[in-house]
């Protein structure tokens, strides 16, 4: 709100108006999650700080996303991206990803996110597998095990990082 120092979002969208219809990010909610007075929304929010000790020192990440219900699917695959596969964050933040909330029961897939072959497997078992429409916008800051620091911002949008060395 300008002037006042208050960032306004939309987090009303996280309570269901209208329970069984999907939302703007195709979650269909219940009664549950109706607005009522006293409650808490449902939400998506999946700030997260991880790390590990290795054999070369500690390594740290905190990352996080904007992007409704798609960020906790798309923050955890760039967090394993990242600490499992020993990617470098832009690596890691540009890999195809992919993505399920149960309901609606399909799998949403970026382009070359699985085979031919993976792709035919999954149908063959009775998936729906959809194009993504939308995808989170993921950011992260990691703290490599030699004490170096790499930021990324998400290629699938307006993005930015950077590290900013204090001075000495």
Do not use: C, Y
Not at 4 to 13: A, I, K, Q, S
Not at 20 to 31: K, R
Not at 66 to 72: A, K, V
Not at 152 to 166: S, Y
């Amino acid at each position: 709100a300008e002037g006042t120092g208050v960032l306004l979002n939309n987090e009303m969208d996280d309570f269901t108006a209208s329970p069984g219809v999907p939302n703007l990010f195709g979650l269909i909610q219940g009664e549950a999650n109706a607005v009522a007075p006293g409650k808490k929304m449902l939400s998506s929010m999946a700030s997260t700080i991880a790390w590990r000790a290795t054999p070369e020192g500690e390594e740290a990440i905190a990352i996080g996303g904007r992007g409704g219900s798609r960020i906790p699917t798309h923050v955890a695959q760039v967090l394993l991206n990242v600490m499992v596969d020993g990617d470098s964050l832009a690596e890691a933040l540009g890999r195809p990803r992919l993505h399920h909330q149960w309901l609606p029961d399909q799998i949403e897939i970026e382009p070359d996110t699985f085979s031919p072959e993976t792709r035919a497997e999954l149908e063959r078992r009775g998936h729906l597998i959809q194009p993504a429409i939308q995808s989170a916008r993921v950011f992260a800051i990691h703290r490599l095990p030699d004490g170096r620091i790499e930021t990324a911002g998400d290629p699938r949008g307006p993005n930015g990082a950077a590290v900013v060395e204090p001075e000495r």
